[in-house]
Nanobody
Framework: VQLQASGGGSVQAGGSLILSCAAS????????VGWFRQAPGKEREGVAC???????VYADSVKGRFTISRDNAKNTVYLQMHSLKPEDTAVYYC???????????????????WGQGTLVTVSS
């Protein structure tokens, strides 16, 4: 099982980025995949998850600005990020959920098989 996150970069506040998480070794539509982020000096937090079955979960801080989606044919999960704010600055990780629940909570302890992370920097 491998996950490869990409698409990070530096943008100004109000800008947009699209992150990609290429998965291998498992099938997306039978698993939950999540995006998490960790800012310097802060704990890792859940940003958005797409559950087995297609249910979507977002952190309150990103609702209305971020959209998670998946392309089963490409085995890739995306995170579209709009109206970016300086507080969105962090290393973003994607991860595969443990188990086969359709209702997995989007918290890091429920996830394993982490990708290497991609840095997003938003300047004011």
């Amino acid at each position: 099982v491998q996950l490869q996150a990409s698409g990070g970069g530096s943008v100004q506040a109000g800008g947009s980025l699209i992150l990609s998480c290429a998965a291998s070794g498992f099938t997306l539509d039978y698993n939950t995949v999540g995006w998490f982020r960790q800012a310097p000096g802060k704990e890792r937090e859940g940003v958005a998850c797409i559950r087995r079955g297609g249910g979507l979960v977002y952190a309150d801080s990103v609702k209305g600005r971020f959209t998670i989606s998946r392309d089963n044919a490409k085995n890739t999960v995306y995170l579209q990020m709009h109206s970016l704010k300086p507080e969105d600055t962090a290393v973003y990780y994607c991860a595969r959920g443990r188990g086969s629940s359709y209702y997995l909570s989007c918290i890091s302890s429920n996830f394993g098989s982490w990708g290497q992370g991609t840095l997003v920097t938003v300047s004011s």
